[in-house]
């Protein structure tokens, strides 16, 4: 395993995901005992990134690295969501504000939005833009002009739903909005700057703005830092249970 790692400068990646999971267990964050394949490394677990021997549990190595693999193996890191903040926080001072960045997401035009904002741009009253949403099935507009009679009906009556429609069908699946990865972080020796396009993202964070295909094609590590419920009720539930049981240890459950 540890040849396979340091080949293709995975050594760096164990230091960094290492270091954030040292600060989450400082500060006593709850924390899963591992999700998905980096629970088969060995390595993860001698550095308490999990906390399940893969060797006790013959989990499969092979789900994490392999040689047809050839990309940053993927660690995905579970918070809890009231406290996530806290560990995006450290990572965008620990890294430096200009190599530290959140992940742009685009919302794109579905079919009824399409309708919608179009028929508002038209000035089209309230009433005859719902009429023509609620004659859309759950489909793609090319898909209902097939198939929807009441549509091609409404269509047919008036041309202004007509043009509406033609005008629609070229802005559905285009971006409509931006808004923030859930859960993407990304990670870079040299300044983001000189490597993707940024803007301001939230919490004092920048942003870039390529999507996280786009990021992770162009090399930079990306990493996931999801915030979670049901870690934020277990933590919560933990602080109730030392109340009565000061010595109470998680780990110590079978």
């Known amino acids: 395993e540890m040849t396979s790692i340091h080949d293709m400068g995975f050594d760096v990646y164990f230091l960094i995901v290492w270091d954030v999971m040292r600060f989450v267990h400082k500060k006593k964050l709850a924390t899963d005992p591992g999700r998905g394949s980096a629970a088969g490394s060995l390595v993860a677990y001698v550095l308490e990134i999990t906390e399940v021997d893969p060797l006790k549990y013959q989990l499969l190595f092979e789900r994490f690295l392999n040689p047809e693999r050839a990309k940053m193996p993927d660690i995905d890191l579970d918070l809890p969501d009231n406290r996530r903040d806290e560990v995006l926080q450290y990572v965008h001072q620990k890294y430096g504000h200009a190599r530290v960045a959140q992940i742009i997401t685009f919302g794109t035009f579905g079919a009824k939005q399409a309708v919608r904002d179009v028929g508002r741009v038209f000035g089209m009253p309230v009433y005859a833009i719902d009429e023509l949403a609620r004659a859309l099935p ?101 602080q109730l249970i030392e109340k009565s049981q000061p010595d109470f240890d998680l780990h110590q459950i079978n």
């Open 138 to 238: 759950k489909i793609t507009l090319q898909q209902a002009l097939n198939e929807s009679r009441a549509l091609n009906n409404l269509l047919s009556d008036s041309a202004q739903n007509a043009l509406l429609m033609k005008t629609a069908l070229r802005i559905e699946g285009l971006p409509r909005h931006y808004s923030t990865h859930a859960a993407g972080v990304v990670l870079s020796q040299a300044p983001l700057n000189q490597l993707v396009p940024l803007q301001n993202g939230s919490d004092g964070l920048l942003m870039t703005q390529f999507p996280k295909d786009t990021v992770e094609a162009l090399g930079l590590l990306k990493m996931d830092f999801l915030g979670l419920r049901n870690l934020s009720i277990m933590d919560s539930a933990l």
